[in-house]
């Protein structure tokens, strides 16, 4: 009954390679979004989708990109990995209040 | 200047203790306020909204003074269990924008 789900938990990687990180919500959310926590604890939101359409890019670099096949998936792509993408990325989702559903994190290391 | 600023603590304080923790943020627009609580190594968790009447929630108090653009949560009879980092959020221009958090650590 988990209500958003990140596939998958850990992940360690050599620098320069693509990987992808996925998540679902079965709380029939419209807005999605994902957040990266870097190693200073800093919570900040890089993409918003709702319905399907992005609504947010926070300058993100161009390397990150998501895709949302339906409105219960947003998946996070990342291109040629470096090493300051280490982080914590956490999904999350809302309807129509603000109140925030987030994931359980995916752990990300970048050797 | 970050949008939210709080004191990162830590704040170490004894079972039963009350404590509060502040938050000033600097977009006047700024339409609503929260905190979040985030435990070590976990998602964070909405705790409560903040309104300017201020609001009660068992033993956790918040308050929310718009022209002075500050908030508060005060938690009293602290208990183990809510050694966690606090989050203070505000939510504008359609998204959450999250303080570096103020951690608490309640010993025995």
């Known amino acids: 009954d988990t209500a958003v789900s990140q596939t998958p938990k850990y992940l360690v990687t050599q620098m320069g390679n693509d990987k992808s990180i996925k998540c679902e919500q079965n709380l029939g959310h419209d807005t999605m979004y994902w957040y990266k926590q870097d190693s200073k604890k800093f919570l900040k939101i890089m993409f918003s989708y709702n319905n399907k359409e992005l609504i947010i890019n926070e300058t993100v670099p161009n390397r990150f990109s998501p895709k949302s096949p339906d409105k219960a998936h947003l998946n996070l792509h990342i291109n040629s990995l470096e090493l300051g993408d280490s982080a914590v990325y956490f999904c999350?989702?809302?309807?129509?209040?603000?109140?925030?559903?987030f994931g359980p994190g995916t752990r990300l290391l970048v050797l | 200047r970050k949008e939210v600023e709080q004191d990162p603590g830590p704040f170490n304080v004894p079972e039963g203790a009350t404590v509060a923790f502040n938050c000033t943020y600097s977009?006047?627009?700024?339409?609503?306020f929260f905190w979040y609580r985030q435990d070590c190594r976990k998602e964070p968790k909405l705790l409560m909204s903040v309104y300017s009447s201020g609001n009660e929630d068992g033993r956790f108090t918040a308050q929310l003074n718009r022209a002075s653009q500050y908030i508060s949560l005060l938690i009293r009879d602290s208990k183990l269990s809510d050694s966690a980092t606090y989050l203070c959020?505000?939510?504008?221009?359609?998204?959450?924008?999250f303080g570096a958090g103020t951690r608490l650590a309640v010993h025995p």
């Open positions: 977009n006047s627009a700024s339409q609503s």
């Open positions: 959020v505000l939510w504008g221009y359609n998204k959450l924008i």
């Open positions: 999350a989702s809302r309807t129509d209040q603000e109140t925030q559903y």
